[in-house]
C-alpha cells in the first residue's frame, strides 16, 4: 500500500479509502490511485484486512438443493451482486433433511460475516434456534420474522395475476398445479390463485401437488385432465412443461383445448411448444436486493430489512379463449 500511495502520490490512507471503496475520494484521485495498483500489481490481502477490521468479506448461501431452476437461477444472481460489493461467496447445501444448525456452523468456522438462505431451507431456519448461531441472516421467501430481514417475491400476486388472466379468457374454471406443501413460495401462489378465484365469485377444486420437477408436472397432469380442465396454473414453469407434454400426448391441443400457465419465466419458457405464458419472477432483483439488505446489515448495521419483489405477467402463445 506504501508503494502504491507513493507511485500515486498520495497518503497511505487515500489509498485504502480506495480500496475499501470510500465515496471521500474524488475521481481524479482514484484513477491514479486504480492505475497505481494496477502498474504495480497491487490486490487486498483478505486475510489482513479481516485481521484489522474483524470482517472477511466473505457471504454464505444456504440452499436445499441446486437441481431446481429457480435455486440456480438464485445462485447466479447472489454470486454476481456479492462480487459486486466486493464479497466473496461460499455456499452450503443441505440435502434431504440436513441440519441447518450444522450448516451455519460450517459457515461460522470458514468466518463468513453473515448469509442468506434460499427458499426451501428457509422452514428449517424458521424452526431452528438461531441464538447460538452468531450470523447476522437474510432469508429469501418467507413469513416476516425480527431474527432476520427477509426479502420475498410477491408470490400471491403473481398468481393472481394468472388467475385474473385465464378468467378473462372465459374459462370457468382454473385447476391449479400446486408446489410442495413445505414451500412458502408454493403456498404463496396457492393462496394467490384461491384468493382471485374468490375475487371472481368462483370455487377452488383441490389442488393437485408436484415436485417442481416437470415429470412431476406430467404426471399430475393425468387427473387435471380427468376432471376436464381447460386452464392450469402451475406452481412453476418445469411442471408446466410436464403438462403440456401430457396434453399432446392425450390427443388435445394447447391453447385450443387447454391454456397452460407457469410461474418463474424461465430463460427457455419463450421456446417451449408453444411458448409458455407465466409469471416472471425477477432472479437478479431478489438476489441483488438480498445482498445488499446482508452487506448493509454487516457493515452499517442496518436493521433487519423486509422487501417485497414484484412480478409480472408474460403473455404468450400457451394461453387462449375458453371454447
Known sequence: MADVAARAGVSGQTVSRVVNASPRVDPETRARVEAAMSDLGYRPHRAARALR?????????????????????????????????????????????????????RLADQGVDGAIVLNEATERVRESDLRGAGLRLVVVDSPRDDRFGVVETDHAGGARLAVAHLIGLGHRMVHHLAGPQTSFAA????????????????????????????????????????????????????????????????????????????????????????????????????????????VDGIEAGAPAAFETVPTRLVVRESTGAAR
Request: zero cysteines; hydrophobic letters at 50%.
Open 187 to 294: 403456498a404463496e401462489r396457492e393462496r394467490g390463485w384461491s384468493e382471485a378465484l374468490a375475487e371472481a365469485g368462483m370455487p377452488a377444486r383441490a389442488v393437485v401437488r408436484g415436485d417442481w420437477t416437470s415429470a412431476s408436472g406430467f404426471a399430475a397432469a393425468s387427473a387435471l385432465l380427468a376432471e376436464g380442465a381447460t386452464a392450469v396454473f402451475a406452481a412453476n414453469d418445469q411442471m408446466a412443461l410436464g403438462v403440456l407434454r401430457a396434453v399432446a400426448e392425450a390427443g388435445r391441443v394447447v391453447p385450443g383445448d387447454v391454456s397452460v400457465v407457469g410461474f418463474d419465466d424461465v430463460a427457455d419458457a419463450a421456446d417451449y411448444r408453444p411458448p409458455l405464458t407465466t409469471v416472471r419472477q425477477d432472479f437478479d432483483a431478489l438476489g441483488s436486493r438480498a445482498v445488499a439488505a446482508l
Open 53 to 105: 477490521t474483524g470482517r472477511t468479506q466473505t457471504i454464505g448461501l444456504v440452499v436445499s438443493t441446486l437441481a431446481s431452476v429457480g435455486n440456480s437461477r438464485m445462485l447466479q444472481a447472489v454470486a454476481d451482486a456479492a462480487a459486486a460489493r466486493g464479497y466473496a461467496l461460499t455456499v452450503v447445501t443441505l440435502g434431504a433433511g440436513g441440519d441447518v444448525a450444522a450448516a451455519f456452523e
